[in-house]
């Protein structure tokens, strides 16, 4: 592409960045400006109901973080590698396709007084959850999935894999393979990913909603109840609840850190010692259960749901916020992948790794200044803050596994900028791209706290209507929002599946 067109288009790539990310200033300042003051920090902790709240915080996000993870690497160790881990990967996406709202709900349905269990078996009455344990243990089973499929990647390099056959053939056992080998391996990666869901489990306001302890509820809810009341020192706690999420976030990275340390410092000498432990049977349990779970969250949900009561002003809101997200997404992504800088831009994943209550308190504080609150395409900016930063973590590998060697026959053929990013570029990343897209459609579904501010409440989406009627109301109802926002995602994910396999059918270059 002539010159003239690549410093325009550079430019555009960081304005389109810009706009999504401009949020970011106005929630920064939202934490700090408050926190100078010592009064607004004494009516914070004088206020009865954060010491509860605070300890609800903790159990659940600990129990979430360390019960993934604990699942993640018993699956792994009893299946990596192997067939069994290869047919786990494929029904991996299935499951990530089910929104966390839509698994809370099946567990509302089920677990919760009043749900199905308790009315078949009246004994099994569910004691007060105070500590937010129920929440924790959800969050742990959905993350868990996350967690393998990024695990599953990671685990993709074949030196790897043939290291553990050759440890394996010397008589190690699996334990031993994964604490000396794939844990160092795979650990700054495991780490960022880590981290990440840590930062979505502190700031869960609509799953909290859902599952959560209501009075007091977790940190997050009871910030964001605090932000959306008008009073001034009320606002002024939520923003010091939402700084306070942060340094809990800071808490657990250090924590996980020096456990880490720790770990690594107690691993025993290399003394050529073999073991001998079956530890197989709880990661092919979980290996199983996962798959089901998510199938059963489909299966009970359409059993019980009332499909006359489906609001479609809901479901047409959701699926055009969806579609929109994405293919806006999809368009800024190739422009910064391809005219945006080549390394760094690592504030680009800041979304990902903060907690969520603080940038959509940002986003709402430009958009008040701004004038466009309640607008609908306010709704979709207010999206775009997540769906983008998720679908770069799925395109951004596969562009860089792009083999230079096909860009540089190109450009000794005379070809432009232009002609290679569309006719060699482009066709290579089809596949990923529509992986992408899918995981973009997922997250914008997803989203609760930007649509119900920015929208001021004028554009319902199976998502806030979900959380509104877990509250309290009819259970078929209930199951109806929570099925089509189960089904929407899958869809996509389906017809990202077949699309892939179609392409892969018809090009077999690009398999």
Avoid at 166 to 193: D, E, H, I, K
Avoid at 256 to 273: C, E, F, Q, S, V
Avoid at 336 to 364: K, S, T
Wanted: hydrophobic content about 55%.
């Amino acid at each position: 592409m002539a010159a003239s067109l690549r410093h325009p288009l550079t430019l555009l790539a960081w304005l389109l960045m810009a706009a999504i990310y401009a949020p970011l200033i106005p929630a920064a300042a939202s934490l700090i400006v408050p926190a100078l003051a010592a009064d607004r920090w004494r009516a914070l902790f004088t206020d009865p109901q954060l010491p509860q709240a605070l300890l609800a915080t903790l159990v659940s996000t600990g129990l979430a973080a360390a019960g993934a993870l604990t699942i993640a690497l018993a699956v792994v160790l009893a299946l990596w590698p192997g067939a069994g881990w290869r047919r786990l990967t494929t029904q991996l996406p299935w499951l990530l396709a089910v929104p966390h709202v839509a698994f809370a709900t099946v567990a509302l349905l089920l677990f919760a007084e009043g749900g199905q269990l308790w009315r078949a078996l009246p004994l099994l009455s569910p004691p007060a959850d105070r500590y937010g344990i129920g929440l924790g243990v959800v969050m742990a089973i959905k993350e868990s999935a996350f967690l393998l499929w990024v695990l599953s990647a990671l685990l993709s390099e074949k030196r790897l894999t043939q290291q553990v056959i050759v440890l394996q053939s010397l008589g190690y056992s699996r334990p031993q393979c994964l604490n000396r080998l794939l844990l160092p391996a795979v650990a700054p990666a495991l780490g960022a990913v880590m981290l990440a869901s840590v930062a979505w489990s502190l700031s869960a306001v609509d799953v909290a909603q859902i599952l959560g302890p209501g009075n007091p509820p977790t940190l997050a809810v009871l910030g964001w109840q605090w932000l959306s009341q008008g009073d001034e020192m009320q606002q002024t706690k939520g923003a010091l609840a939402s700084l306070l999420l942060v340094l809990l976030l800071a808490a657990f990275a250090l924590t996980g850190y020096l456990l880490w340390r720790g770990w690594r410092r107690g691993l025993p000498a290399d003394n050529g010692l073999r073991g001998r432990h079956n530890v197989a049977a709880p990661g092919n349990a979980f290996a199983i259960a996962l798959p089901l779970s998510g199938a059963l969250c489909g299966v009970l949900l359409a059993l019980m749901a009332d499909s006359s009561a489906l609001d479609p002003e809901a479901l047409y809101n959701s699926l055009l916020l969806g579609l929109a997200a994405t293919g806006l997404a999809l368009a800024i992504l190739f422009l910064w992948l391809e005219w945006g800088p080549q390394r760094g831009a690592r504030w680009a994943w800041l979304p990902l790794f903060l907690p969520a209550l603080p940038l959509v308190a940002g986003q709402y504080l430009l958009a008040l200044r701004l004038g466009v609150d309640g607008r609908y395409f306010a709704v979709l900016w207010g999206h775009l803050l997540w769906v983008l930063p998720w679908t770069l973590f799925v395109l951004q590998p596969a562009w860089r596994r792009i083999d230079p060697r096909l860009i540089l026959v190109a450009r000794t053929l005379g070809w432009s900028r232009g002609k290679i990013f569309c006719c060699v570029k482009c066709p290579l990343l089809i596949r990923p791209t529509l992986l992408a897209a899918a995981a973009g459609f997922s997250v914008s579904i997803a989203q609760y706290m930007p649509t119900l501010w920015l929208g001021a409440g004028r554009y319902p989406t199976l998502t806030t209507e979900a959380v509104a009627l877990s509250s309290g109301g009819d259970s078929g109802i209930l199951a109806a929002q929570a099925l089509w926002q189960l089904l929407l995602p899958l869809l996509v994910f389906a017809l990202a599946a077949l699309l892939s396999g179609w392409i892969g059918r018809v090009r077999q270059g690009l398999r």
